[in-house]
T-cell receptor
């Protein structure tokens, strides 16, 4: 089955710097890759997603890139702010009725 | 518009007992998925239901079962509870099957098994 790895497990950056989180997946049939943000004690919330027919997608300070050949995708956050501090999860899915496989998460701390 | 709701919020059970967790999707959403999130880990997929039919099942033992009702709400049942079942159980709903459809998560039910 699908296996999703995520690095780093923890990341600390200074406010205003950029943060990059990387994920790799094992199943080449996976074709949808969402990213979720989970603040302490709260539910996961979708922040951006990308489909396999797209190489990059941006939404204001957040971008995701996908390399299907290498089977990895990355989350990029620019101009980080303290409110970006949270645990970020990547996930992969390969079709209707197929489950989402989540990575283990990255704890991002943005230091003021 | 109300989001996904789950009940109860917290639950404490002892080993061997049975538990039922409930989820109400966002109005108009027909798909519900269940996840188990152990502290410090990512959510693990348990079940996916769409139009009252099971459409996906994760790698969980038969002690776990679920169903979806005609109003699209859902129940997750766990029998013969083990200490390792202690976790946050998340429900997520989406308009249709969640590929390419954003999943909206509920607040979760925190289950503690003693």
């Amino acid at each position: 089955g699908e296996n999703v790895e995520q690095h780093p497990s923890t990341l600390s950056v200074q406010e205003g710097d950029s943060a990059v989180i990387k994920c790799t997946y094992s199943d080449s049939a996976s074709n949808y890759f969402p990213w979720y943000k989970q603040e302490l004690g709260k539910r996961p919330q979708l922040i951006i997603d990308i489909r396999s027919n797209v190489g990059e997608k941006k939404d204001q300070r957040i971008a995701v890139t996908l390399n299907k050949t290498a089977k990895h995708f990355s989350l990029h956050i620019t101009e980080t702010q303290p409110e970006d501090s949270a645990v970020y999860f990547c996930a992969a899915s390969k079709g209707y009725g197929q489950n989402f496989v989540f990575g283990p998460g990255t704890r991002l701390s943005v230091l003021p | 518009d109300a989001g996904v709701t789950q009940s109860p919020t917290h639950l404490i059970k002892t080993r061997g007992q049975h538990v039922t967790l409930r989820c109400s999707p966002i109005s108009g959403h027909k798909s519900v998925s269940w996840y188990q999130q152990v502290l410090g880990q990512g959510p693990q997929f348990i079940f996916q239901y769409y139009e009252k039919e099971e459409r996906g099942r994760g790698n969980f033992p038969d002690r776990f079962s679920a169903r979806q009702f005609p109003n699209y709400s859902s129940e997750l049942n766990v029998n013969a509870l083990l200490l390792g079942d202690s976790a946050l159980y998340l429900c997520a709903s989406s308009l249709a099957l969640p590929l390419y459809n954003e999943q909206f998560f509920g607040p979760g039910t925190r289950l503690t098994v003693l």
